[in-house]
């Protein structure tokens, strides 16, 4: 077996301040680096998309599989979007539906949000 470690999914709280507001913690730039590093790949951005634009905010994985590669290959990049917190999913039957938490898209805004000018 894998030794895979689960990360924590992004709660309600941003996980770093705006880009523009200062410089990234140590701990903040590991997290927003995680969420980036899921999103890099364009396959896994399709299914990002896919996701989070899908009626509903849910999606069943048949709805969303047609990516360009093999169910597998699906499989394993949705696998790398929940464990960078970036979806979570729920069985239903024989179907697994993915959804996008609104705290995730929230705390991914205020990421890439320019601090308001000021000083």
């Given at each position: 077996?894998?030794?895979t470690?689960?990360?924590?999914?992004?709660d309600?709280?941003?996980?770093?301040?705006?880009?523009?507001?200062?410089?990234?913690s140590a701990?903040?730039?590991?997290?927003?680096?995680r969420?980036f590093?899921a999103?890099?790949?364009?396959v896994?951005?399709?299914?990002f998309?896919?996701?989070?634009?899908?009626?509903g905010g849910?999606?069943c994985?048949c709805d969303?599989?047609?990516?360009?590669?093999?169910?597998?290959?699906?499989?394993?990049?949705l696998?790398?979007?929940?464990e960078a917190?970036?979806?979570t999913?729920?069985?239903?039957?024989?179907?697994?539906?993915?959804?996008?938490e609104?705290?995730v898209?929230?705390?991914?805004?205020?990421?890439?949000?320019a601090?308001?000018a000021g000083?």
């Open positions: 077996m894998p030794n470690k689960l990360l924590p999914v992004l309600t709280e941003p996980c770093c301040p705006p880009l523009t507001e200062r410089p990234f701990e903040e730039a590991e997290t927003a680096a969420m590093k999103l890099g790949d364009p896994r951005l399709r299914l998309s896919a996701v989070a634009s899908h009626p849910e999606a994985v969303i599989s047609d990516v360009g590669v093999s169910q597998p290959t699906v499989s394993h990049h696998k790398k979007l929940k917190g970036l979806l999913s729920e069985r239903r039957g024989t179907w697994v539906y993915y959804r996008v609104p705290s898209l929230a705390s991914m805004g205020r990421l890439l949000t601090a308001p000083g």
